[in-house]
């Protein structure tokens, strides 16, 4: 039987077609015959033929590109060169070499037959050419037979690992990099099944194509090696010499020890090591340095791995001031604060916080920011937390905090005493689930004049029947799966979050004993995602699409009690810096009256398209390479009860904004315009309906933040 035999995963590129080397050597001998040594502006790149792949995908292999435009060169040669691109010209050495790199592209991909032809059209009018590149890709290989060699039998957890979740299997299209990707992945679970020293075995591993079925048979070679065990631990304790400081008695090795997942004796796992320094690193008390192992050579016999862990402790106590900015509730809100933190109280890394925070979104309102009759927004929270690291196993952590807090929105302030217990858990390396159960005591004031003049005295019955103090009684379950790349400015990846929660339980088992404790029956479900695509490749244009939702309703005799309304710490909100950006903080809703919008409703949806372009990536300084402009569309709504909901009230906004990153994520500044009003007047609802700058631009609203918007 005819084959052809090649190396692992690199396969040379056969001989160039002689229609193309013909091409070629036609294009070079007329650019040095027509234009002497003007050379030709590359006007356009363009790609026929490319079923299988995007064009995008091809430019990748190109150095040979389109010359940019009038702007660009501009900046380019009047202002600076780190600014815009240059002309582009025709070089066929280059053009030769990319033709090189995208036959190869196919090769790698199984597209062995792949024939490229071109065609160059020179203009001497303005000294341009056009370039087309004509793909026949031919036929696909596939992998007709994939074997790997060199596992043993013995360990079968390694097999069923293999064989759940592979990069590339038999009858997949051949590639290259997939089966490289499928090589580190084998040694990957050996290195996480004591095989620390496996080894691919590149020699005797081979793809060959044969010519009778042109498909590919794959031989995967490995050497397992000896099988390996955690070996001693040793833990040492950095001090800060400059300081003067000694080593504290305090952190002791079973506080550091409990945060492993391994210990001495057990089966070597790479994935263990890594776990557990990131669960020291979540520790809080103290900066990790490393923890490393020491693998032992081939020519030795032993087959313990030891471990050694090098850890910094923070300051045990802290006491500091607090200047505060937050996105909280949507708006932007500035504080100031006060905190004390004991780092390990009582040992175990317990960590004890205590502190006093104020934050306002209306600093106008100096010094009243309480007074009901102020249309200002405001907190202060007293708060104490206790963080216990280590519940039943060292991926759950609790969570005990007490706080009092005074919440002033502009139609009322309310008193709120809470009490919260919460564990979470690591379900899996990028999954985390949050369980919470929360006590509190409800009190809340109304503006006798905020609503004289509203439309629905349903509002006023609403708030008048808050005023009575209420008991909540609140379980709640979180499920949220981080996929992102940056947890400040991600490029690529998702994050998903749902929630569930239920209010009424406790009291109504207590309600025997205590006829009047007021509170409410009801359920809560949310939902969010998010999802970033780096559609430039290099982080110079991120797009960033998120989608949110949630309802509400009252159950069981809550329901036909009008006497008992859902609390205003559970409400959803319309509109402001993280929501639909036309809108301020609390103020959109889908209801004839504005006002109800700061009650909130039962019912909220929203979603946002959003483009943020990195202008002056190219500039690499550290300063104006930080700068992003951003283009965003925001949809959604909140309405007052789920009957309510018409695709007609969904309200659109859009705007551009700016972002700049620094160290503890971008600031941000937004300007977002109404393009659908669904609550106007029939004739005023769409932007083609309103005066652009009278109107449109006149009622623009700008949002300050710290972060993106998701």
């Known amino acids: 039987m005819c084959k052809e035999r090649l190396s692992p995963f690199v396969f040379p590129v056969s001989v160039r077609c002689l229609l193309l080397i013909i091409a070629l050597s036609a294009a070079q001998a007329s650019a040095q015959t027509v234009t002497g040594d ?21 430019r990748a292999q190109f150095a040979t590109r389109e010359t940019p435009g009038f702007f660009n060169k501009f900046l380019f040669h009047s202002i600076s060169e780190q600014l815009g691109r240059k002309n582009e010209y025709f070089n066929p050495n280059t053009f030769s070499a990319d033709l090189e790199r ?24 303005d000294r341009s050419v056009d370039i087309r590149v004509v793909l026949h890709e031919g036929y696909r290989s596939v992998i007709d037979t994939l074997a790997y060699r060199g596992i043993r039998e013995d360990p079968g957890p390694i097999w069923s690992d293999i064989r759940s979740s592979p990069r590339i299997k038999q009858g997949d299209p051949f590639n290259s990099m997939l089966l490289e990707e499928e090589v580190k992945r084998v040694l990957r679970i050996m290195n996480d099944a004591g095989y620390a020293n496996a080894a691919f075995r590149k020699d005797s591993s081979s793809a060959r194509r044969y010519l009778s079925t042109r498909n590919y048979t794959v031989v995967l070679d490995f050497d397992m090696g000896r099988r390996f065990l955690f070996g001693p631990i040793g833990i040492t304790q950095e001090i800060d010499t400059l300081r003067g400081s000694a080593p504290r008695t305090d952190i002791t090795d079973d506080i550091i020890l409990r945060q492993l997942d391994y210990r001495e004796g057990d089966i070597y796992s790479l994935n263990s090591l890594i776990a557990s320094e990131q669960n ?25 791995i030891p471990t050694s862990i090098t850890i910094h402790p923070r300051d045990k106590q802290e006491l500091a001031p607090e200047l505060l900015f937050s996105d909280e509730n949507s708006a932007f809100n ?7 933190t004991n780092r390990n109280l009582l ?12 934050r306002t979104q209306t600093p106008s309102a100096f010094p009243d920011y309480f007074g009901i009759n102020t249309g200002s927004v405001a907190n202060l929270e007293v708060s104490m937390d206790l963080l216990q690291p280590y519940v039943f196993t060292n991926k759950i952590k609790g969570d005990w905090t007490l706080s009092y807090i005074v919440e002033k929105q502009k139609p009322y302030r309310q008193e709120i005493l809470r009490n919260k217990i919460g564990l979470n858990d690591r379900f899996a390396e990028y999954t985390t689930g949050f369980l919470d159960w929360t006590l509190e005591r409800v009190r809340l004031a109304t503006n006798g004049t905020y609503f004289l003049n509203v439309a629905d005295s349903a509002l006023l019955q609403q708030l008048e029947v808050q005023e009575k103090p209420q008991f909540n009684s609140i379980l709640s379950f979180t499920i949220q799966r981080d996929m992102t790349n940056d947890i400040f400015s991600p490029s690529s990846g998702f994050f998903h979050s749902a929630t569930i929660e239920e209010s009424g339980v406790l009291p109504l088992l207590l309600e025997g004993g205590r006829r009047d404790l007021p509170f409410t029956q009801f359920y809560r479900v949310s939902a969010l995602g998010r999802w970033y695509f780096d559609l430039s490749g290099t982080k110079f244009s991120i797009l960033g699409l998120k989608l949110k939702g949630g309802l509400e309703e009252k159950y069981g005799e809550s329901r036909s009690d009008t006497s008992r309304t859902i609390p205003q710490t559970h409400r959803f909100y319309g509109g402001g810096g993280g929501s639909v950006r ?7 809703i889908a209801s004839s009256d504005p006002q109800a919008a700061q009650l909130g409703g039962n019912l909220a949806f929203e979603g946002t398209v959003e483009l943020r372009t990195n202008l002056l ?19 959604g709504n ?11 009230t969904i309200a659109i906004a859009a705007g551009l904004g700016f972002r700049y990153d620094t160290f503890f994520g971008p600031f941000r500044i937004d300007w977002g315009f109404r393009v659908y009003n669904p609550m106007a007047q029939p004739s005023q609802q769409w932007i083609t309906q309103r005066k652009l700058l009278g109107q449109t631009f006149k009622e623009a609203i700008f949002h300050f933040g710290i972060g993106h918007a998701f």
């Open 334 to 340: 500035i504080g100031t604060g006060l905190g004390y």
């Open 617 to 635: 990536q190219n500039l690499r300084d550290g300063l104006l390479d930080k700068i992003w402009v951003v283009q965003f569309l925001d949809w």
């Open 638 to 648: 909140v309405w007052p009860e789920v009957r309510d909901f018409q695709v007609r």
């Open 280 to 304: 020291l690193n979540r520790l809080g008390i103290l900066d990790l340095r490393s923890i490393d192992k020491h693998v032992p050579a081939n020519s030795d016999t032993s087959i313990l």
């Open 38 to 58: 003007q050379p030709y502006e590359i006007s356009s790149v363009e790609f026929e033929g490319n079923a299988t792949f995007s064009a995008s995908e091809l």
């Open 102 to 125: 995208v036959k190869r592209f196919y090769e790698n991909r199984g597209f062995s037959d792949v024939r490229i032809d071109t065609m160059l059209r020179f203009s001497d009018d």
């Open 582 to 588: 036309g809108w301020n903080s609390r103020d959109l």
């Open 347 to 358: 040992g175990g890394a317990r960590i004890f916080t205590a502190s006093a925070q104020f």
